[in-house]
């Protein structure tokens, strides 16, 4: 076994026993079957997790014969795990699940990955059991500290290249962040590497697949060696694990690609011919998915493993006839199944006729049960306890705030009532400018379309309605319009989403300066007034519901900023 002493040490293992039939020991055949296990974990539920691991590992070797399973990166208590990492309770459960796995090691070698506690550090594993006991672990030596990612405050580094002997192939184990730079990948080839397995809890943006392919491409033009890359998926939080676990060979070659966003055990024959390594997918290769389908399929998984996993009978929302919310409850019904999403229409006076027709055509259209409250009542009431305060004040936003809030109070007391998340309908572009409201259209426990500009909630109502035409198409036509005062459109107060979506893409997913963004072409003055929008609403967006990430920049963990701030970007 290896330990964290021995971490200055380049090691490979050649095994000898008498009974050479168990794989990974055998040198009488050249070829191997080997299972991929793109899972979907549940952080922190260490007991579920180890017994769904163990029903994958008796499924790979029981019915289809595979001879090793790999499983993605930080299995067993799921990923990220954050500061259940400094919990000594924590690690107990840990030791006993690895116990439990590794005495399942028989007749099929596993690759698995686990936090471990050493010498009071803590290490990001990938471990190689095999007959009942665990015989190699490797300590992750790239630790990536940007962006979502904090494993620094939790992890040490390992600094040491495990080459394992898989049916006389030398294998390097690594995981994740070690391929995003050269050195793992150069240095195993230079050590007699042949194979390289890279166990992954990689988060989706869009084009990460693309990202992930020229990087395998990079690393394996290097170094020469093929690489089987195993991905996690499923929604934590606001992150959404999209798979697309694949296989790529030493030509960089992808022979194989595992679908995205769907759990699933994928088999792939391995035949050492000793000149080149061989590989022959069992199950036809997904394609990658275009971009609004693969962001459609991320809102959709992260919406159904938030809810589920949080025990949550079903969604509620609060249904307008905009286009906001009729995507949102579309993509809750895919999610979740209609029947277990409740929409509510809550029309005041501003609220026009067809808005509460098309929201009732859209919710008969995908079954979803619905109910109609108007808010004149509550609005009036509202209204005349404050009238003594608001004596010869003129109507302004407050008013229209009113309105918002008094829908929020309604929703989240159906919420508590029927134990139904209530999802919040607000896109990023709206988030950005603080174009919402407090304890109003804010209100709720998570938010699918915080990380969708507007232009893309059109584009990917538009691509849904190509599946099943279900946003009726006066919804996509009609101006947008919060509806909170005699013909108001959001165009009365925003610049237009064409424009808008620009200037914030460049701003906060590129962050560029706002010379950067004038230069560019956009007019200065409209410029300075986006981004001081932004800068101004970071005291909204940090009480607002967490929400699935799906750019490479995306409000809450991924973009820290302070609240109180005297910076202005000149």
Same mark, same amino acid.
């Given at each position: 076994?290896?330990?964290?002493?021995?971490?200055?040490?380049?090691?490979?293992?050649?095994?000898?026993? @008498?009974?050479?039939?168990?794989?990974?020991?055998?040198?009488?055949? %050249?070829?191997?079957?080997?299972?991929? @296990?793109?899972?979907?974990?549940?952080?922190?539920?260490?007991?579920?997790?180890? +017994?769904?691991?163990? =029903?994958?590992?008796?499924? !790979?070797?029981?019915?289809?014969?595979?001879?090793?399973?790999?499983?993605?990166?930080?299995?067993?208590?799921?990923?990220?795990?954050?500061?259940?990492?400094?919990?000594?309770?924590?690690?107990?459960?840990?030791?006993?699940?690895?116990?439990?796995?590794?005495?399942?090691?028989?007749?099929?070698?596993?690759?698995?990955?686990?936090?471990?506690?050493?010498?009071?550090?803590?290490?990001?594993?990938?471990?190689?059991?095999?007959?009942?006991?665990?015989?190699?672990?490797?300590?992750?030596?790239?630790?990536?500290?940007?962006?979502?990612?904090?494993?620094?405050?939790?992890?040490?580094?390992?600094?040491?290249?495990?080459?394992?002997?898989? !049916?006389?192939?030398?294998?390097?184990?690594?995981?994740?962040?070690?391929?995003?730079?050269?050195?793992?990948?150069?240095?195993?080839?230079?050590?007699? !590497?042949?194979?390289?397995?890279?166990?992954?809890? /990689?988060?989706?943006?869009?084009?990460?697949?693309?990202?992930?392919?020229?990087?395998?491409?990079?690393? &394996?033009?290097?170094?020469?060696?093929?690489?089987?890359?195993?991905?996690?998926?499923?929604?934590?939080?606001?992150?959404?694990?999209?798979?697309? /676990?694949?296989?790529?060979?030493?030509?960089?070659?992808?022979?194989?690609?595992?679908?995205?966003?769907?759990? =699933?055990?994928?088999?792939?024959?391995?035949?050492?011919?000793?000149?080149?390594?061989?590989?022959?997918?069992?199950?036809?290769?997904?394609?990658?998915?275009?971009?609004? &389908? =693969?962001?459609?399929?991320?809102?959709?998984?992260?919406?159904?493993?938030?809810?589920?996993?949080?025990?949550?009978?079903?969604?509620?929302?609060?249904?307008?006839?905009?286009?906001?919310?009729?995507? #949102?409850?579309?993509? !809750? &019904?895919?999610?979740?199944?209609?029947?277990?999403?409740?929409?509510?229409?809550?029309?005041?006076?501003?609220?026009?006729?067809? %808005? #509460?027709?098309?929201?009732?055509?859209?919710?008969?259209?995908?079954?979803?049960?619905?109910?109609?409250?108007?808010?004149?009542? @509550?609005?009036?009431?509202?209204?005349?306890?404050?009238?003594?305060?608001?004596?010869?004040?003129?109507?302004?936003?407050?008013?229209?705030?009113?309105?918002?809030?008094?829908?929020?109070?309604?929703?989240?007391?159906? /919420?508590?009532? +029927?134990?139904?998340?209530?999802?919040? +309908? =607000?896109?990023?572009?709206?988030?950005?400018?603080?174009?919402?409201?407090?304890?109003?259209?804010?209100?709720?426990?998570?938010?699918?379309?915080?990380?969708?500009?507007?232009?893309?909630?059109?584009?990917?109502?538009?691509?849904?309605?190509?599946q099943a035409a279900v946003i009726p198409e006066r919804i996509l036509e009609r101006p947008p319009s919060a509806e909170l005062?005699?013909?108001?459109?959001?165009?009365?107060?925003?610049?237009?989403?064409?424009?808008?979506?620009?200037?914030?893409?460049?701003?906060?997913?590129?962050?560029?300066?706002?010379?950067?963004?004038?230069? %560019?072409?956009?007019?200065?003055?409209?410029?300075?007034?986006? #981004?001081?929008?932004?800068?101004?609403?970071?005291?909204?967006?940090?009480?607002?519901?967490?929400?699935?990430?799906? +750019?490479?920049?995306?409000?809450?963990?991924?973009?820290?900023?302070?609240i109180t701030s005297g910076y202005r970007d000149m």
């Amino acid at each position: 076994m290896t330990f964290a002493g021995t971490h200055n040490i380049l090691y490979r293992y050649k095994y000898k026993r @008498a009974d050479h039939s168990q794989f990974l020991y055998r040198q009488d055949s %050249s070829i191997v079957k080997l299972a991929i @296990a793109q899972i979907n974990l549940h952080v922190g539920n260490i007991e579920k997790n180890t +017994t769904d691991i163990i =029903g994958w590992i008796r499924k !790979a070797r029981d019915a289809y014969n595979a001879e090793l399973i790999i499983f993605p990166e930080l299995t067993i208590c799921g990923y990220p795990p954050e500061d259940l990492l400094l919990r000594p309770s924590f690690f107990r459960q840990i030791n006993h699940a690895v116990k439990q796995i590794t005495h399942e090691a028989k007749g099929i070698a596993v690759i698995i990955g686990y936090p471990w506690r050493e010498d009071d550090r803590v290490y990001n594993v990938c471990a190689l059991l095999r007959n009942t006991r665990e015989e190699n672990r490797y300590f992750k030596k790239v630790l990536p500290n940007y962006g979502v990612f904090d494993e620094k405050r939790y992890f040490h580094p390992g600094n040491t290249t495990c080459i394992v002997d898989l !049916a006389g192939i030398p294998t390097s184990l690594s995981i994740c962040e070690d391929l995003w730079t050269p050195e793992h990948a150069g240095v195993s080839a230079a050590a007699g !590497a042949r194979l390289l397995i890279n166990i992954n809890a /990689s988060p989706y943006h869009q084009g990460k697949d693309r990202e992930r392919d020229d990087l395998l491409r990079q690393r &394996a033009s290097e170094s020469g060696l093929p690489i089987i890359y195993a991905n996690l998926v499923g929604g934590q939080d606001e992150l959404v694990f999209d798979g697309g /676990s694949l296989v790529m060979d030493s030509s960089r070659k992808i022979v194989f690609r595992a679908a995205q966003f769907q759990e =699933g055990l994928y088999l792939v024959k391995l035949t050492d011919t000793r000149e080149t390594l061989v590989f022959e997918p069992e199950q036809p290769s997904a394609k990658a998915l275009p971009n609004e &389908a =693969g962001v459609y399929q991320a809102l959709v998984l992260g919406v159904r493993d938030y809810v589920h996993k949080n025990g949550f009978k079903g969604a509620l929302i609060g249904l307008s006839g905009g286009i906001d919310s009729a995507l #949102t409850l579309v993509i !809750a &019904a895919d999610a979740l199944g209609p029947e277990n999403v409740l929409a509510i229409m809550m029309p005041s006076r501003y609220t026009a006729d067809m %808005s #509460t027709e098309d929201a009732r055509l859209m919710a008969e259209c995908l079954g979803v049960p619905w109910h109609v409250i108007p808010i004149e009542k @509550a609005f009036l009431a509202i209204t005349e306890l404050l009238e003594p305060l608001f004596a010869g004040l003129p109507a302004d936003l407050t008013e229209e705030n009113i309105q918002a809030r008094c829908r929020g109070v309604l929703l989240m007391a159906i /919420s508590n009532k +029927t134990g139904k998340l209530l999802l919040t +309908t =607000g896109n990023k572009s709206e988030m950005a400018v603080g174009y919402a409201t407090l304890y109003g259209d804010m209100a709720g426990g998570f938010a699918p379309l915080k990380d969708v500009s507007k232009q893309l909630v059109y584009a990917l109502s538009r691509w849904r309605n190509t599946q099943a035409a279900v946003i009726p198409e006066r919804i996509l036509e009609r101006p947008p319009s919060a509806e909170l005062r005699p013909d108001q459109k959001d165009a009365d107060s925003l610049p237009p989403y064409e424009v808008l979506d620009q200037v914030l893409e460049r701003y906060i997913e590129l962050d560029e300066s706002p010379e950067l963004i004038i230069q %560019s072409g956009f007019d200065r003055q409209l410029v300075f007034e986006i #981004t001081q929008l932004v800068d101004r609403s970071e005291y909204k967006r940090r009480q607002a519901a967490p929400g699935v990430k799906i +750019t490479k920049r995306a409000f809450g963990r991924d973009r820290r900023y302070p609240i109180t701030s005297g910076y202005r970007d000149m």
